[in-house]
Structures are given as structure tokens and as C-alpha cells.
């Protein structure tokens, strides 16, 4: 047999620098690792509800019509989340997942040597879309676990082309608020573009919360960021979208892919938006599994970040990998602090309250070891 050289790929020394994404643990592959029957998934934000039936019964009218291509258009979802927000249908751009929308904004705006703010710790694919960009990523670190908006205005400059905001932030549940992203805004050059990843918006109950919408009916340069990934429950299905003026729409529909939103998240979507008794059965679940984690914390000494999300951003006082380890043991999967910057923090998903027993018994047990 003669034997091939395979000449050596190459890719570029950003492309090295990229780390693939690392998602919290699979239920399943839990389940096979530690031999467990029983898994409780607390690690990565998804409703314990599930979807609206609503969704569920959509999906399955359109399966038998998958051998067709989606409309890549979204005209149907479009038009029901344009008249959920009372907008314009030209002001939406669907994605894979706001994830998708992350990327096309780093696509489409960024130019090697071009500058991203964003706060540490933050969502993490910001700085993915800076680094495929060949572009460099200035992170400000959080002030009481929330962004420091006057500390990221101050490091704009002639570069900087893209600031990225979670809010609620990803992974300590924190706000800024209206009048804070306001003062941020009238401090940004025209060149510039406001992202705020409003994932968790569906969760906040502070009324200071931004009111997004007013700021791109005002015409500036913000775009925001939802998902019905999140209180939708639809975390599987890949769906989510943007809400701009249609100047900053246009620019990200030209490196869209062609059908980026498959034809059973569409008509899902459609369903799930009209089922607000859902969206608002999920809040009420998790409101008050919020008051019931925030007592149990008090209880045990810990303290937590306020949150205006689904999960709970605690300091358990030790080694958060180790609390992981033995809570993975007992079943109840989480996210450590540790890859975030913070390692005595646990990132837990606020769950059903029997999820939510389960997991403060299991935390109780590896405390008292
Ligand atoms: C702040 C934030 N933005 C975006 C996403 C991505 O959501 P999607 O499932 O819509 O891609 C997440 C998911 O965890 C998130 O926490």
C-alpha cells in the first residue's frame, strides 16, 4: 500500500485561538456516566415547564411537510411576533437561536483589528464573534456582579465598532436599567452598535428594566436580542431573532443564510407566541421557585446575586467544582463558577419546586460532608 502525505491544514491564528462552545452536561450522558436513573438538569437556563402544547401540537401538523424548504422570509413568524411587539415586520431578523444573530452581528459589522466591548463574566459567544472577526475583546469587569456601563463607555474607542450587553446577564442574573442603557447610548459614536441580549427578558420583574423597543423606534443604533429559547421552552428547537430598524435588518439579512430557521421552528414559534398564558404560567413557576431558592440560600449563609432571570448566581463558599462533582453524584447537574472567573459561585437554573427540593436536599447533603 503506498503511503499519502497528507499536506498539513492550516487556519488562522484566530481560528486557533476559538474554543468550542461548552454546554452544561446532557441529562443522558449523566445518566450513562454515573449510572443514575433519576437526572435533575439545573445547568443551563431552559424552562422546567416545557413548551407551550400549543407549539407541540404546530410541530407536529408541519412534520409531514419537512421535505419542503422553509420559507426563508419567516412571512407567517414574522407577522405574529411583529404584531406581538406592535412593530413594523421589517424591523425582525430570525436566527438558528439568538446565538445565529450573535455571529451575523460579528459577520457583519466587525473588520480585523476592529474593537467588542463587553462585561466579564458575560455570555460567552460575544467574545467568539470578536475572535472569529480577528477582532480584539475588551471585557470590563462586572461591578457588584452587574455591568459597569459608565466603565464600558470609557473604553470605546476609534475601533470600537460592537458593544454586547446581557441583560438580564449570563451568568449572574443582574439588570442595568432604562435610563442607565439610555445614557450609554447618548454617549456612543455613530459608528457604533448597541447589542442587548435580552434572552431572559420574559423573567424580569424589576420595572426599571429597559424598555428596548422605544430605542429602536428612536432610531438609534441598538439592536435587541430574544429568543424563544428561554420562557418559551423551546431551547431545542433553535429559534430565535433580533428587533432593529430596518437599515441595521438589511445589513444582517445579507450574510444570512438562506433557510437559517427550519420549517418546524417556524410554525412552533407561531403557536408559542399566541400562548401567553404559558409564557406567564412560566413566570409565575419561577418567581416562585425564585423566593423559595433565595430563602434556602439565606438559610445556609450564601450569598446571591439578585437575579431577573431563571437561575441563581449563589456563592456556596468552597470550591464550586467539588460542590458540582458530588451534586452530579446525587443527580442534580449545575454550572460552576470556575469558567466564569468565580470559583466558589454555582450557576443554578431555577426548576419546578420538587426540582428545585431536589437539588437544595442534594446541596444540604454535600455541605454537611
Ligand atoms: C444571554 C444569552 N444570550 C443568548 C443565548 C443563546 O440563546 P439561543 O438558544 O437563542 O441561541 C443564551 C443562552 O443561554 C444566553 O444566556
Known amino acids: ?9 492550516h487556519v488562522g491564528e484566530n481560528i486557533s485561538r476559538l474554543i468550542p462552545y461548552q454546554p452544561g452536561k446532557p441529562i443522558e450522558e449523566v445518566k450513562r456516566e454515573l449510572g443514575l436513573t433519576e437526572v435533575t438538569k439545573l ?7 416545557g413548551p407551550s402544547p400549543k407549539a407541540v401540537q404546530a410541530m407536529r401538523d408541519v412534520a409531514e411537510k419537512v421535505y419542503l424548504y422553509p420559507d426563508g422570509a419567516c412571512y407567517e413568524l414574522r407577522q ?24 451575523y452581528l460579528g459577520v457583519t459589522y466587525l473588520q480585523p483589528g476592529d474593537e467588542v466591548i463587553q462585561a466579564d463574566p458575560s455570555f460567552v459567544r460575544y467574545e467568539a464573534a470578536a475572535i472569529l472577526n480577528d477582532a480584539p475583546c475588551i471585557k470590563v469587569p462586572l ?16 475601533r470600537t465598532r460592537l458593544i454586547f450587553i446581557a441583560n438580564p446577564n449570563n451568568p449572574t442574573g443582574t439588570i442595568v436599567t432604562h435610563r442607565e442603557v439610555e445614557t450609554l447610548l447618548n454617549r456612543l459614536p455613530a459608528r457604533v452598535l448597541l447589542a442587548l441580549d435580552e434572552a431572559y427578558f420574559e ?18 443604533n441598538v439592536i435587541l436580542l430574544r429568543t424563544f429559547s428561554k420562557a418559551y421552552g423551546l431551547a431545542g428547537l433553535r429559534l430565535g431573532y433580533g428587533i432593529a ?3 441595521i435588518v438589511g445589513h444582517l439579512d445579507q450574510v444570512r443564510e438562506p433557510f437559517n430557521v427550519n420549517l418546524i421552528a417556524q410554525a412552533a414559534g407561531v403557536a408559542a407566541i399566541a400562548d401567553q398564558e404559558h409564557v406567564e404560567r412560566s413566570r409565575q413557576v419561577n418567581a ?15 450569598e446571591y446575586a439578585p437575579t431577573e432571570g431563571n437561575f441563581i448566581w449563589v456563592d456556596v463558599g468552597r470550591n464550586s467544582r467539588e460542590v458540582f462533582n458530588a451534586l452530579l453524584k446525587r443527580g442534580v447537574i449545575v454550572r460552576t463558577g470556575d469558567i466564569f472567573g468565580a470559583p466558589t459561585h454555582l450557576r443554578v437554573t431555577i426548576g419546578t419546586q420538587s426540582q428545585n427540593e431536589t437539588f437544595l436536599n442534594a446541596l444540604e447533603e454535600v455541605l454537611k460532608q
Open 1 to 9: 500500500m503506498s503511503v499519502v502525505s497528507t499536506p498539513a491544514l
Open 43 to 49: 445547568a443551563s437556563n431552559e424552562n422546567p415547564l
Open 80 to 103: 405574529a411576533v411583529a404584531s406581538h411587539l406592535n412593530l413594523p415586520e421589517d424591523h425582525l431578523i430570525f436566527g438558528n437561536g439568538s446565538d445565529e444573530i450573535i455571529h
Open 143 to 158: 461591578k457588584h456582579w452587574t455591568h459597569d456601563l459608565e466603565a464600558m463607555a470609557d473604553q470605546i474607542t476609534e
Open 203 to 220: 423573567y424580569v420583574e424589576n420595572p426599571d428594566y429597559p424598555r428596548g423597543v422605544e430605542f429602536v423606534q428612536e432610531g438609534r
Open 245 to 247: 430598524r430596518p437599515e
Open 288 to 302: 416562585a421557585g425564585k423566593r423559595m431558592l433565595y430563602g434556602a440560600f439565606e438559610a445556609l449563609g450564601m
